[in-house]
C-alpha cells in the first residue's frame, strides 16, 4: 500500500524521538522557574503536541506491529516513553493540574517495569549514552511523585518517590559500568545524558529536600545527595563541551534532542536547587545555563526543519 511522505515520516519515528519532548518540557519547567510564563506556555504547548503524536504511535505499534514494538521496547530508548510522561506530567503540576499530572504519573509507573524489564534484559557493555535512560526514567518517576506528593500532602508517595530516588542512583552506576568513555567524544549527541542522568538526580533530590517530611538526618543527606549529583552533572558538563569544541558535530542527528534535554536539565536543577538546599548562587547559575539550553533547543529545532525536507525528497 502506497504512503504518503508524511506517512512515511510517522511510521518511521524511532523511540529516540521522546527526547524531543524531554527537551521541549525541561527548557518549558525552565523558563516557568525564571518567570517567562508566556515563553514556557509556549514551550509546554510543544512538548505537549509531540507528546500526543508519539502516544498515538506508541499505541498504535502496540496494537497494530506487535513485532516491530517488541524489538523497539528491548533498547533503552524506549525509556523516553516513561521520562517525557514525568516530565510533562512535573510541568502540568506546575500549573496547578493536578489530575492531569496524576494520570500521568499512574502511566508513567504502569510503563516503567515493563520497559525496564525489557531493557535490562538485553543489557551490554559499550552501550552510548542512551544507557543512562534506565536511570533517567526511574528519576523521573521519582520527580513527579515528590511533586505530586508535595501539592497533595501524601507523605506515603513521598517516600515512594525517595525509593525511585534511591533505586536511580543504583542504575546510574550500572549505566556507568556499560558506557562507552569514547563516546564523548564521537558520540552523535545522547552521550550528554551521561551528565543529564544525574542533573535529573538532582532534580529530584531537590523535591525531596523541600518536603516537610523529611528532617534531621534525613534531610541533611538528602540535602548533600543534591549537591553531590549536582556537582558531577556540571562536571560532566564541562568535560563533554569541551569535547564538543575538540570534535565538532554539526550534522544533525534526532539523538541531538537528547543533548538538550541535559541542558536544559541541568539548569533546572541549578534553578531547583539554590532553595531547598540553601545555595543561593545556584540560581543565576541556572538562569545562565538556560539561555544556553534555549539556544540550543532553537539550533536543533532549526536544523531539523532544515533537514525533514532533504530526508523526505531521498525516500
Known amino acids: 500500500m502506497n504512503r504518503t511522505p508524511g506517512a512515511r515520516w510517522w511510521a518511521d519515528l524511532p523511540p529516540a524521538a521522546g527526547a524531543a519532548v524531554?527537551?521541549?518540557?525541561?527548557i518549558s519547567i525552565g523558563l516557568h522557574l525564571t518567570g517567562h510564563g508566556v515563553p514556557?506556555?509556549?514551550?509546554?504547548?510543544?512538548?505537549?503536541?509531540?507528546?500526543?503524536?508519539?502516544a498515538a504511535d506508541f499505541a498504535v505499534r502496540l496494537l497494530a506491529d506487535r513485532g516491530r514494538f517488541r524489538s523497539e521496547a528491548d533498547t533503552p530508548a524506549a525509556l523516553t516513553a516513561v521520562a517525557a510522561t514525568t516530565v510533562l506530567g512535573a510541568r502540568l503540576s506546575m500549573l496547578g493540574w493536578r489530575p492531569a499530572?496524576?494520570?500521568?504519573?499512574?502511566?508513567?509507573?504502569?510503563?516503567?517495569?515493563?520497559?525496564?524489564?525489557?531493557?535490562?534484559?538485553?543489557?551490554?557493555?559499550?552501550?552510548?549514552?542512551?544507557?543512562?535512560?534506565?536511570?533517567?526514567?526511574?528519576?523521573?518517576?521519582?520527580?513527579l511523585a515528590a511533586v505530586v506528593a508535595a501539592d497533595s500532602g501524601q507523605g506515603w508517595l513521598a517516600r515512594v518517590a525517595l525509593v525511585?530516588?534511591?533505586?536511580?542512583?543504583?542504575?546510574?552506576?550500572e549505566a556507568l559500568v556499560r558506557f562507552d568513555l569514547r563516546e564523548v567524544l564521537h558520540g552523535a549527541g545522547d552521550q550528554w545524558v551521561a551528565g543529564g542522568a544525574l542533573a535529573i538526580c538532582a532534580l529530584a533530590g531537590s523535591a525531596l529536600t523541600a518536603s516537610p517530611v523529611w528532617g534531621g538526618g534525613a534531610h541533611a543527606a538528602?540535602?548533600?545527595?543534591?549537591?553531590?549529583?549536582?556537582?558531577?552533572?556540571?562536571?560532566?558538563?564541562?568535560?563533554?563541551?569541551v569535547a564538543e569544541a575538540v570534535r565538532p558535530r554539526p550534522r544533525y542527528d534526532i539523538r541531538r534532542w537528547a543533548t538538550v534535554f541535559p541542558l536544559g536539565m541541568t539548569a533546572a536543577s541549578c534553578l531547583s536547587a539554590a532553595g531547598p538546599t540553601?545555595?543561593?548562587?545556584?540560581?543565576?547559575?541556572?538562569?545562565?545555563?538556560?539561555?544556553?539550553?534555549?539556544?540550543a533547543w532553537l539550533l536543533t529545532f532549526t536544523a531539523l526543519a532544515r533537514t525533514h525536507?532533504?530526508?523526505e525528497r531521498e525516500r
Open 278 to 295: 540553601g545555595v543561593g548562587w545556584l540560581r543565576p547559575l541556572g538562569e545562565i545555563l538556560l539561555w544556553i539550553a534555549l539556544a
Open 40 to 54: 514556557s506556555l509556549v514551550a509546554l504547548a510543544v512538548a505537549g503536541a509531540l507528546w500526543c503524536v508519539l
Open 22 to 26: 524531554m527537551a521541549a518540557g525541561i
Open 164 to 173: 525511585a530516588f534511591c533505586l536511580g542512583l543504583l542504575l546510574y552506576v
Open 222 to 241: 538528602l540535602r548533600t545527595a543534591t549537591l553531590v549529583t549536582l556537582g558531577l552533572s556540571l562536571g560532566w558538563y564541562v568535560v563533554l563541551l
Open 309 to 311: 525536507p532533504g530526508v
Open 101 to 143: 499530572a496524576v494520570v500521568l504519573l499512574a502511566l508513567a509507573v504502569l510503563l516503567w517495569p515493563g520497559l525496564m524489564l525489557a531493557v535490562l534484559r538485553h543489557r551490554r557493555r559499550g552501550e552510548t549514552g542512551v544507557a543512562f535512560l534506565v536511570c533517567v526514567a526511574t528519576q523521573g518517576v521519582a520527580v
